[in-house]
């Protein structure tokens, strides 16, 4: 069965941090570029990073950047999303989602979310 589970939300003070961890089951990470995006209540879902699958390039959204870092053990099967300096704005639903295209056929999966609250 092709999962994706993301893992190590929870409650957090401003100016705290976070790792997040989006560990796949029945796929191999490896040829898959994996993105965060997060929702905030009453917001649209919006992307966060995401890191290549070849390569591993990585790519910030300009209100992360410089405070969020990705990364991938392919290893472990996992990405990690390592957040320092949360702020209030960085509470919501986060999501990782794994995408390739093979074949020319698209693949393309999503995680149950973690929440993410940073509250004082």
């Known amino acids: 069965q092709v999962r994706l589970v993301e893992s190590g939300g929870g409650l957090v003070q401003p100016g705290g941090s976070l790792r997040l961890s989006c560990a796949a089951s029945?796929?191999?990470?490896?040829?898959?570029?994996i993105s965060w995006f997060r929702q905030a209540p009453g917001k649209e879902r919006e992307g966060v990073s995401c890191i290549s699958g070849i390569g591993g390039s990585a790519y910030y959204a300009d209100s992360v950047k410089g405070r969020f870092t990705i990364s991938r053990d392919n290893a472990k099967n996992t990405v990690y999303l390592q957040m320092n300096s949360l702020n209030p704005e960085d509470t919501a639903v986060y999501y990782c989602?794994?995408?390739?295209?093979?074949?020319?056929?698209?693949?393309?999966?999503w995680g149950q979310g973690t929440q993410v609250t940073v509250s004082s």
């Open positions: 989602n794994a995408n390739t295209i093979h074949s020319g056929r698209s693949y393309n999966y």
């Open positions: 029945g796929f191999t990470l490896d040829y898959y570029a």
